[in-house]
């Protein structure tokens, strides 16, 4: 590959137009505030290399999982991290996960069930407006995997009109 040559870290769908499958991708593109489908195949890729590295695990140890969890103790001690399995879960739980289970853990996401804003549409903006903080840092990317222990520290940024409660734009309490 030549310096500087782009590369994409996602692939696109093989039929492009598959009726079924188009009004799916906008449902979840609406559900999640996706600014376009881009971000929904880079999550899918996402995916899908993480259910690749649990069937090689798992090929690996025979079709033993438990013996695969063991050899693959990094892996899912990452995807705990970022909140995509739980404590108890296993690489046979790799190959259950869905899309939305990486949906659900970026910051644009993690920003609108918190409350801080009324729509995805509008945690998005306020994201990338640098009026969220993440441990105390600026973050500007929607689609920053918030890792479990960072959940508690997503706020608004202190320097931020927003941070006022009264301010019009912030989301009503429920």
């Known amino acids: 590959m030549a310096l500087g040559q782009n590369t994409k870290f996602y692939e696109t769908p093989n039929h492009p137009y598959q009726g079924e499958r188009i009004s799916e991708e906008m449902g979840?593109?609406?559900?999640?505030?996706?600014?376009?489908k881009e971000e929904l195949w880079k999550a899918q890729s996402e995916l899908r290399l993480f259910r690749r590295e649990a069937r090689r695990l798992i090929g690996e140890a025979g079709g033993d999982a438990d013996a695969a969890g063991v050899e693959g103790e990094e892996f899912?001690?990452?995807?705990?991290?970022?909140g995509v399995l739980g404590d108890e879960d296993g690489l046979n739980d790799v190959l259950a996960l869905d899309v939305?289970?990486?949906?659900?853990r970026r910051l644009q996401t993690v920003v609108y069930r918190k409350g801080?804003?009324?729509?995805?549409?509008?945690?998005?903006?306020?994201i990338s407006h640098g009026h969220i903080t993440v441990d105390g840092s600026q973050v500007s990317i929607p689609s920053y995997k918030v890792e479990?222990?960072?959940?508690?520290?997503?706020?608004?940024?202190e320097n931020?009109?927003?941070t006022d409660e009264l301010h019009p734009e912030r989301a009503e309490e429920q």
């Open 28 to 36: 979840l593109s609406g559900k999640y505030g996706l600014k376009n």
């Open 116 to 126: 801080y804003a009324n729509t995805p549409e509008q945690a998005r903006q306020f």
């Open 100 to 104: 939305t289970d990486i949906l659900e």
């Open 148 to 157: 479990t222990s960072e959940e508690g520290t997503v706020e608004f940024d």
């Open 76 to 82: 899912l001690t990452r995807l705990k991290r970022i």
């Open 160 to 162: 931020s009109p927003l």
